[in-house]
C-alpha cells in the first residue's frame, strides 16, 4: 500500500513563508511525476506545481516567482516553498504522485495525500 503524507502546513501573515514536504513510503518501485494541488474555499482544485522525474516543472502563472517545488529522489519526497503568500493562497493543499508499485510491472497509479491546511491572514 502506497501512501502520500504530508506536512508543514499552518498560519501564516501575508508576506510570509511556508514550507511543505510531501513524504512517499509503501512499496515503490519508482515515483514519475510528483506534484501540489489546493483547493480553494469555493473552487474546484487546481494545479499548484509539477515536478517530473528528471526535475522540470510547471508552475500555474498565479504562483510563478513565489513559489518553488522540488524533489528528493532518495528521500521519495516532493517539497513546495512558498514565498511571499497573500491572503488568496489560502487554501488546502494537496500532493499528487505518479507511482509505480513493486510487482506492477510498469503501471504508474495516481496516489492523493490527506492534505494540508495553508491559511494566510492579511
Known amino acids: 500500500q502506497v501512501q502520500l503524507v504530508e506536512s508543514g502546513g499552518g498560519l501564516v501573515q501575508s508576506g510570509g513563508s511556508l514550507r511543505l514536504a510531501c513524504a512517499a513510503s509503501g512499496s515503490i518501485f519508482r515515483i514519475n511525476r510528483m506534484g501540489w494541488y489546493r483547493q480553494r474555499p469555493g473552487n474546484e482544485r487546481e494545479l499548484v506545481a509539477i515536478?517530473?522525474?528528471?526535475?522540470?516543472?510547471t508552475y500555474a502563472d498565479s504562483v510563478k516567482g513565489r513559489f518553488t517545488i522540488s524533489r528528493d529522489n532518495a528521500k521519495k519526497t516532493v517539497y513546495l516553498q512558498m514565498n511571499s503568500l497573500k491572503p488568496e493562497d489560502t487554501a488546502v493543499y494537496y500532493c499528487?504522485?505518479?507511482?509505480?508499485?513493486?510487482?506492477?510491472?510498469?503501471?504508474?497509479?495516481?496516489?492523493w495525500g490527506q492534505g494540508t491546511q495553508v491559511t494566510v491572514s492579511s
Open positions: 499528487n504522485g505518479y507511482i509505480i508499485e513493486r510487482g506492477r510491472g510498469l503501471r504508474e497509479d495516481p496516489y
Open positions: 515536478v517530473t522525474s528528471t526535475g522540470s516543472t
